[in-house]
Nanobody, 115 residues
Framework: QVHVVESGGGSVQAGGSLRLSCEASGYYGFCTSLSWWRQVTGKGREFVAGVGKVGTVSYTDPLKDRFTISRANATNTAYLQMNSVQPEDTAMYYC?????????WGQGIQVTVSS
């Protein structure tokens, strides 16, 4: 069973930076992709960024100039560097691991941006 754990969330002031980490453990190999999603209470979960096995990245367009996703070499650990954060970035952030076509979600981590 793959276990996904997010870390690094918290509170930050607008204009600041935050780095989220995601570790997917329990899979003997490299997960196909690791991605970050976020959800505001009362709304659906939206895609933020993703990174593939060989480092191919994708972003939702509005965030690609401020957020950077990366993956630690030869691991199932990914990071989301969030720069110039804004109050509208306040959300619960979730990491999803796709390993051998199965999807595994973390419990989520709160990011709160104050103005």
């Amino acid at each position: 069973q793959v276990h996904v754990v997010e870390s690094g969330g918290g509170s930050v002031q607008a204009g600041g930076s935050l780095r989220l980490s995601c570790e997917a453990s329990g899979y003997y190999g490299f997960c196909t992709s690791l991605s970050w999603w976020r959800q505001v209470t009362g709304k659906g979960r939206e895609f933020v960024a993703g990174v593939g096995k060989v480092g191919t990245v994708s972003y939702t367009d509005p965030l690609k100039d401020r957020f950077t996703i990366s993956r630690a070499n030869a691991t199932n650990t990914a990071y989301l560097q969030m720069n110039s954060v804004q109050p509208e970035d306040t959300a619960m952030y979730y990491c999803k691991a796709v390993c051998n076509s199965d999807e595994f979600w973390g419990q989520g981590i709160q990011v709160t941006v104050s103005s």
